[in-house]
């Protein structure tokens, strides 16, 4: 059913999620911090289960991060002062493809004079990508290997003997790991850039574990961080706007009144796998193109409402769909870089569509006036 007008789409959908046991909300990864925090208050509100696009992509980093901690940078520290960069599990020439040219590889930094002469970039994937064209060492380990060639590095670096056999398996020889080890030792300030490669494939947040590890090993020796390679226009925003509403980066629930954190049993593909979600709110993300198909197909089996600013597949599945002006564009809000950096967004084109902010304020307020309750 396709609702006309705004107010009677609201409507529509505060009755929805007003009425459901278990109402998931997800998305949130291409909108900015002020929708987010609406966002988490409707769940709240709702005692529903919020969750975000990194629960498919860096959620094993969060978790990783939770257990050791992220010796991190920012890009600006990266471009004027990085003279050793590794990318791991990661294509940014397809992935984010103004990254080598703005932040890392090419550009000339305070102590980078001379841009890319005086930089060493090295590329670890399980096959070669367009990257790997940018890269000066491109090192080729089998599939599912990261974790054991993270953990012999990491005995390299503080100064452990290994024989050949010991890294047999890993696709890459002995001489290529202490050739790697040393630079990682010798270089002046080096970045480690962690990707999906790493946490969507065996180990998941003990590879990331590992690589934070690593860099902290070589604080011994100098100075060095690490990077996850984010996607989507602000999917850190909504990591940083969930831990400090609640706590948590991802996968929070809010059932019984106060938020509770656990990775498979509250993130969006377990809880739509299962049938547990009787109604969904998407937010600016396309689920039914994107998550396994038995979650997409759960989207079309309840009742889903969706605010995006343009058709989708999870569109086309949706009872509500409520076109919202586009973040940066039409609407001005804030979001929160990779390297965690906050920036303001300026809208220059005006728009007939209301912002997501300004259509989850209005669910928030009449789901409190349906539950006869006070705005939270």
Known sequence: MRVPGVEQAVEVAAQILSQARYPLIYGLSSTYCEAQRQAVALADLLGATIDCCTSVCHGPSGIAMQAVGEPTCTLGEVKNRADLLIYWGSNPAESHPLHFARYAVTPKGLFIPRGRKDRTVVLVDVRPTASARAADIFLQIKPGRDFECLWALRALIRGLDLEESAVADTGLTLAQLQDLAGRMKSCRFGVLFVGQGLTQSRGKQMNTAAAFMLVRDLYAHTKFAVIPMRGHGNVTGIDNVLSWQTGYPFGVNFSRGYPRFNPGEFTA????????????????????????????????????????????????????????????????????????????????????????????????????????????
């Open 269 to 376: 593909v377990d809880v739509l796998a299962r049938g547990e979600a009787d109604a969904a709110l998407i937010v600016a993300s396309d689920p039914a193109a994107t998550l396994p198909r038995v979650a997409a197909q759960r989207l079309a089996q309840i009742s889903t409402v969706v605010l995006d600013t343009h058709g989708s597949e999870t569109t086309k599945v949706a009872r509500v769909v409520i076109t919202t002006a586009p973040a940066g564009i039409s609407a001005e809000g804030t979001i929160y870089r990779m390297d965690n950096v906050p920036l303001r967004l300026r809208k220059f084109l005006p728009s007939r569509y209301p912002s997501d902010e300004e259509v989850l304020g209005r669910i928030v307020e009449r789901v409190t006036q349906l539950r006869g309750g006070t705005d939270v």
